[in-house]
């Protein structure tokens, strides 16, 4: 095939999402495949047509891009999009290595099926609920599927924090995080009103204090769960991108009815949300008791080699390329 790889773009996960597009197209033109590797928010978009021998490695840097510079890669983003890349138009299919912002958000899913042009991963609608973790939540929970106490709370619209909210704190910590946006980007455990932050659409959810793991949906099938084992509180943007931050465990080191309850869980969220043939990473965490509850459900989740999707294919015997070849060729419903 001819395959445009889109990665990097405008979001907080810019860095992360290069790493997976470089990592992904070296292993699609390492199958054969005819690479064309785009960053639309870049300066210039084509960062490699063809792609060029040998490993090529993205560091992913410790803190995510700020938000002027996140408006000046948004306006590149747009200029690019809309103004008709050739190497778009070209491709047999669009490999979408994004993660975050409008890569993740249905924003280039929508302007990539009304250009009619193929693309790999869950469709615009289904990727806009997913992104949004209260409505993710809205749609598991009635679904059956636990999902953690959660209040919404906008610090602009609202000087006095809701009462659940208080509810919540007088309970124990709570974990605070953007109802929109991804790679853990400004997650944090608070136990006090004082501390809550000030600005943006947060989601409150009371800490839960037991282990936590992460199920990869792909189609029908889910892989072998992945335990994170953390150093921090939370698995926060730093945790996740930093050597040493984190263990990850696959497979999980855990009784099989526990795996298979956590692995039936992902698949039945997966459903719920609307993913079909297509790929998707549901997270966990357990509270004291060892209770498993759904935090959320990744449409785009990361793809670097020492990512956790392919950590978990790894566990199930798959190697990095043939999962990447597997995402390229399934099927939409």
């Not at 990665?7 to 495949?33: F, I, N, P, T």
């Not at 999902?147 to 709370?153: D, E, Q, T």
Request: hydrophobic letters at 45%; aromatic letters at 6%; one cysteine or more.
């Amino acid at each position: 095939m001819r395959v445009a790889v889109l990665c990097g773009g405008e979001s907080s996960e810019r860095d992360v999402s290069r790493s997976s597009g470089w990592a992904v197209a070296q292993a699609l033109a390492g199958r054969g495949h005819d690479v064309v590797l785009i960053d639309p928010a870049a300066e210039q978009p084509i960062l490699a047509d063809p792609l060029p021998a040998g490993d090529a490695v993205v560091r992913v840097p410790k803190e995510p891009p700020s938000p002027a510079d996140r408006a000046v890669l948004r306006r590149r983003m747009y200029d690019a999009l809309t103004g008709g890349l050739v190497q778009l138009r070209s491709a047999d299919r669009v490999f979408i290595a994004l993660h975050g912002g409008w890569g993740e958000d249905g924003h280039v899913q929508a302007l990539l099926e009304l250009a009619g042009i193929p693309f790999t991963g869950a469709g615009h609608d289904v990727c806009a609920v997913a992104w949004h973790k209260d409505r993710c939540q809205a749609v598991l929970e009635a679904a059956g599927i636990p999902v953690p106490a959660r209040v919404l709370y906008n610090p602009a619209e609202q000087p006095e924090p809701p009462i659940g909210v208080k509810q919540l704190l007088a309970s124990g910590p709570v974990v605070v995080k953007p109802v929109a946006d991804g790679s853990s980007v400004a997650v944090r455990k608070v136990d006090s009103l004082d501390a809550l932050p000030t600005e943006g659409e947060l989601l409150v959810e009371p800490f839960l204090s037991g282990r936590e793991f992460t199920v990869a949906v792909i189609g029908a099938t889910a892989l072998p769960v992945v335990e994170i084992e953390l150093t921090t509180a939370v698995f926060d943007y730093e945790a996740k991108y930093q050597p040493g931050a984190v263990r990850e465990v696959s497979p999980a080191d855990i009784p099989g009815h526990f795996a298979e309850r956590l692995q039936e869980l992902a698949i039945r969220a997966h459903r719920a949300l609307g993913f079909g043939p297509a790929y998707s990473r549901v997270d966990f965490r357990c509270d004291a008791a060892g209770t498993p509850y759904c935090l959320e459900v990744n449409a785009l989740p990361g793809l670097t080699p020492g990512s956790l999707v392919p950590v978990a294919a790894k566990g199930a015997g798959i190697t990095y390329g043939e999962l990447v070849e597997q995402l390229l060729t399934a099927k939409k419903a």
